[in-house]
């Protein structure tokens, strides 16, 4: 009889151990399905937010909206480093030497561009080496050669902008740029790109 006592003394204390255990995996069970829910509802009540920026602005969503919140900011410029690079004129050796400033809707647009320097370059030095003195030397040269680098510009961040969007024949200049005007002043975070240094020898 001594030895049934402790037994049943040792067999007590792991049914009791065995349902706090199983009260804990309850419990635990429960937040982590809670947790779950919660964040299920936040992710559905942004998406539908981030796909109708990506619908206006075919894009990133926050670029867009950093546009729209400050429309009457003054804007910041974004200036890069010179660009010389050799044309692909046949008939004699000649280079292009191009300075570039962007202008951003605001600081922390020029921050995020910031980062993406070396793509940007790249992509802007492959845009100028396809050029030869003739393209570059005529004033819609020159527009297109901006939309080009502005698609450049904004291509790291998302953006992708269509060729049939640069500046048309003069007879049809006019409903281009208003389609153009009507895409891209309310999305894209770069709204110029200016030359502060044109020399094409």
């Known amino acids: 009889m001594a030895t049934a006592a402790p037994e049943a003394a040792a067999a007590a204390p792991p049914a009791g151990g065995g349902k706090k255990k199983l009260i804990m995996i309850i419990v635990i069970v429960l937040v982590v399905v809670l947790i779950g829910a919660g964040a299920a509802v936040m992710l559905l009540k942004k998406k539908p937010k981030a796909e109708e920026g990506d619908e206006e602005a075919d894009g990133t969503p926050a670029a867009a909206e950093v546009h729209k919140a400050k429309p009457s900011a003054p804007p910041v410029y974004l200036p890069l480093d010179p660009f010389t690079v050799n044309l692909t004129d046949k008939d004699a050796d000649r280079y292009a030497q191009v300075g570039v400033t962007l202008e951003v809707v605001d600081q922390k647009t020029a921050d995020q561009l910031k980062a993406y320097l070396p793509a940007i370059r790249s992509g802007v030095i492959v845009v100028l080496s396809h050029k030869t003195a003739v393209d570059l030397l005529s004033h819609e040269g020159k527009k297109k050669l901006q939309h080009e680098i502005l698609a450049e ?15 048309a024949a003069d ?31």
């Open 153 to 167: 510009a904004v291509r790291p961040l998302g953006y992708e902008l269509e060729p049939e969007e640069a500046p």
């Open 171 to 201: 007879e049809d200049e006019e409903a281009p740029k208003k389609k153009k005007k009507k895409k891209k002043a309310p999305a894209l975070p770069v709204t110029q790109v200016l030359f502060s240094q044109f020399i094409v020898q």
